[in-house]
């Protein structure tokens, strides 16, 4: 890291402030102490579950099932006590903290039911791949400590990007109707939030380090302040590194994070959290079946580059490893005040920011051209490196796709209690954020190294303007406002009623030139620039109704509706006759009835869920023009059933399980705009595994041993959308174990961890990277095959920890 980034970091964090509600010690356990009573309002920055927030003073009063969700450790930290008319479930610390050491949150969830999720590389260094029940990531609402982290463009989440699993707090998945006063404009389809831990009451420094095959290297400090008068903080960095497991090339990320908090007094508090990342890696390549079957299971990008402007040089060159980079830098800083106004009356305010910068390298072929007009991929330059600039020759060259977002807004929100029964929120969201994005190329050396990696020096220049060659300039400014109010209503202690309604609106603003400064050549590569203003708005009702049989059995059922608006993309690059279609935004209806039952020893929770979902926005590749747009599909219908228990087989001993089934048909036929329509209705979606379930049991004598074997079973996979090519389906399975020591002086709460993912070294194609139409219908949308991304061979990670105060 630059010494003035880290410099910039540490000065923001130890000036942030922040509400406490438990601390952390080095192994990760709760301060209990803190706890013993459920509090009457949890701050998104110390919990990711808020579907409590709007509880009446009667269920807060109804101790029982409160103390027991506060206390309560289900399936060694799988499951937990909810309580919500809706599907929600929750990962708490008791499972972070043995999960693999540097893992991203797309991991810590995978088994949660209704969830299908994903990786290239255990590490947690390749972000990550997940759906839930049929909608994929860029339909599901993201939250870090109650701050936004979905592309505002696109709708996408990179989990590299995002803390460590020291400092998570817990992971809270609402499977199908998000909470209505979640900053969401794109959760058609639930909504996955996470907070980071709270800092510890005493001073100190936490230290890991992780080794494992593949030559992976991890360090992580935390600095603790502990309490220096009403406010305490934490800050920490880590640097984590590792080869890829197939193909050449490496991956590394450093992060810094930190957390404060001041307590103003018993009623109101503010807290402040930062997440800082850069990274540098090298993709895995998604690949077909054809390619696995030819080229063996560790075949990935080209590890060698060959000199020259020959067919067989071009070809190796535009898939060598050394272009296919994935720099990016971010930083997301946000606050959360709680402040009480009166025994009836709290505030809620949480205002943020979050910078990007980055983005992805391939390779492209520039034609050389000594003279001539200003024709996008022919340049006055040596673009093959054999000393002379001839028009029979041609080169690859860096293709590097950027993006620049500022994304600020702010989230307020009113809890009031309107008698003993009856709870109002109520509250609004603003955010209006700019993005720039462009794809540019830049020269290489003769050993195939770009110029810069992140695209900002040595252009392909046209020969006559001198501008740097790009594919397209795209600038979008997103505004985006929401209003809501919910009621709850508890007229006794069985039954709980809610009802609420959002508003929300969405504006896009900004342009798209595609071939910039580009006059000549074929018609399909000049310039043209492409204007837009376009807003979309909804009202999204919901409502939920609860049946707290007694304080073991509960039933609810609840629905609600969402909304997402077109992708940015949508509206710049759309030209064809389907366009208006396209951008229609999206809608669901999602419906959830449940029961939950939570006893001693045994713990279940069951649902069956409908979703009614509308114009999924697709993309697509036009062959004949050399276009990407988007298309839609009208109407998809996802159903199911999705249940999770926990059984205490003993003091010691935990068994956990969950099990999905999920249907997701396509309804009608896809219109490909003029290429054909496509006979897809009462086709399975792409991606979409049918069955999932997980498995595990778990030992923990509390005071030095704990391991946990677990397994996971995923159904196969369709590749297309016509179902003409499906993936099997695989069981995986993974061990993990470790050792408290006892402290050794001033080092306190050492320990060892042991995680082995793919105990069998299974091999399998774990997810669809890129879903295809294929050649069986009329037209030409996406001809190719589908690509796939490959099951991690068995791995292993050794952690060595300790705290010293």
Known sequence: MKRNHLSMAIAVVFSMTAASVWAQDATGQADTSTTTQAPAQRSASSTSNTTTSNDTRRVQQMSSVQVQASS??????????????????????????????????????????????????????????????????????????????????????????????????????????????????????????????????????????????????????????????PVRSWISYSRNTADKWRGPGDMEVTKVDGKSVWTIDDNNSISASLQYNRENNINYRSLTKAQVAQNGYHYDYLNTWMPGSSTAAINNNTYYYGLRTNPFKSYMASLDGEFKFSDSLRLSVVPYFWYGNGGGGAGATVNESPTGADRFGYANQDVNNNGVVNANDKGVVYSYSAALTYRPGIIAKFNQDLGQDNSLEYGVWYERSRKSQSDLYGLVNNQGTPASIWGDDAFVLYPNSGLGQKVYNEY???????????????????????????????????????????????????????????????????????FQMDEQNQFYLGSGKTFRAPPNTVLLLNSLANQQAANAPETAWNT?????????????????????YNNKQESAFDETTGYTYYTSIKRMHMQGFSSEASYKLSQDWTAYASYTYTQAKIVGNIDGGGDGIYPANGKTMPDTARNIGNVSIGYDDSSHIWATLSARVTSSLYGDYLNTERVGGFTQFNLAGGYRFSDWDALKTPYI???????????????VSSAQFLATAQGSLYTSSPTYGLLQPRAFMITFGASFN
């Open 72 to 229: 309560l450790t289900l399936g060694a930290g799988l499951m937990s006590v909810q309580t919500a008319a809706k599907a929600v479930s929750t990962i708490t610390r008791d499972a972070i903290v043995k999960a693999s050491p540097g893992a991203n949150f797309t991991q810590m969830i995978g088994s949660i039911p209704g969830v299908n999720a994903a990786t290239d590389d255990v590490t947690g260094l390749a972000n990550g791949h997940y759906s839930i029940r049929g909608f994929d990531s860029s339909d599901i609402g993201m939250t870090l400590n109650g701050a936004p982290i979905t592309d505002s463009g696109s709708y996408s989440v990179y989990a590299t990007e995002y803390g460590d699993s020291e400092n998570m707090g817990d992971i809270t998945v609402l499977q199908g109707i998000p909470d209505i006063d979640m900053p969401d404009s794109g959760a058609s389809g639930g909504h996955i939030g996470w907070a980071t831990i709270d800092p510890s009451h005493k001073a100190g420094v936490d230290f890991t380090q992780s080794l494992g095959n593949n030559d992976y290297r991890r360090t992580f400090i935390r600095l603790n302040t502990g309490d220096t008068g």
């Open 476 to 546: 979008t400014n997103t505004e985006i406002k929401k209003g809501f109010v919910t009621d709850n209503w508890t007229p006794n202690d069985y039954w709980t009623f809610t009802a609420g309604v959002s508003y929300l609106w969405t504006n896009r603003t900004g342009f798209a030139q595609e071939y910039p400064g580009s006059i000549a050549g074929a018609a399909t590569k000049q310039q043209f620039t492409t204007d837009v203003d376009k807003n979309w708005h909804k009202v999204l009702p919901t409502a939920g109704v609860k």
């Open 592 to 612: 959830d009835l449940g029961w939950r039952f939570y006893g001693d020893a045994l713990s279940v929770s069951a649902d069956v869920y409908r979703s009614n």
């Open 753 to 767: 961890k042991v995680n082995v993912s793919n105990l069998t070294d299974r091999k399998a194609f774990s997810y």
